[in-house]
């Protein structure tokens, strides 16, 4: 589904990944996690096609994005939903336009459509009956599920989520938790979840990955993470002391 091969990157000189090698199979949920600027978020953006290696390869659904043409690569991205870590929803629209817009914008839905799979998607974030509210309105953990709404709302076979706890209490960030684990179930999609909150670390993925220095170091789980007699063990600790 995703592998890099041996995959280096850098800026303004200074190298974020050296070498990174990762496969992640379909249906399988990956935690990546280390140091703030360890080159986590610079992944998801690899894998996106917004950046492109120094060397290497990125192969999603078994194609190099970055040699792909760029109609094709639009198509490929099309398949991969993200959920920001702000949400980024657009204040000027409401909710249901916020999970309309790709809709519209990317998979061209014609109108009668349209709110038929928005009302579908704001019932799988458990959102239903806030479509007129304004972002403005919500919560943060109500704007994180709408922003997971919109990304889910084409379908994808992959879903990035980039620091998705961030800001939330400990009862809203379980609860983002328990939807991103269920969602990954229920529409057997491909995870990745960059975070440095170790709840979620524990609660989301099958493995976790973790970028020291640059380099991919082998996976943990989370039944092994915590008495890990390494690198892996001394951040979870630290997170929680």
Do not use: W
């Amino acid at each position: 589904m995703i592998e890099l091969r041996n995959v280096s990157k850098s800026f303004d000189g200074r190298q974020i990944l050296k070498n990174v090698n990762l496969t992640i199979p379909t249906g399988e949920r990956i935690a990546i996690i280390g140091a703030s600027g360890c080159g986590k978020s610079t992944m998801l953006r690899l894998i996106m096609g917004l950046h492109k290696p120094d060397s290497g390869e990125v192969l999603v659904f078994g194609e190099n994005i970055h040699q792909v043409s760029k109609a094709r690569l639009l198509e490929i991205r099309l398949k991969i939903g993200i959920l920001f870590q702000s949400a980024a929803l657009f204040d000027s629209m409401n909710v249901a336009e916020n999970v309309a817009f790709p809709l519209i914008e990317n998979f061209h839905m014609p109108a009668h459509k349209v709110a038929t799979v928005v009302a579908k998607k704001l019932e799988l974030v458990e959102m239903t009956g806030f479509d007129k509210n304004d972002p403005a309105d919500l919560s943060g953990g109500q704007r994180k599920r709408i922003g997971l709404a919109r990304a889910l709302s084409g379908d994808p076979e992959i879903m990035l989520y980039d620091e998705p706890t961030t800001g939330l209490d400990p009862i809203l960030s379980t609860n983002i938790e328990d939807l991103i684990v269920r969602l990954s179930r229920q529409l057997k999609v491909t995870s990745i979840v960059v975070t440095h909150q170790i709840s979620t670390i524990l609660r989301t993925a099958d493995k976790i990955y973790m970028v020291n220095q640059g380099t991919l170091l082998p996976p943990e789980s989370p039944d092994t993470i915590m008495t890990a007699d390494s690198i892996y063990g001394e951040f979870v600790r630290g997170g929680l002391s």
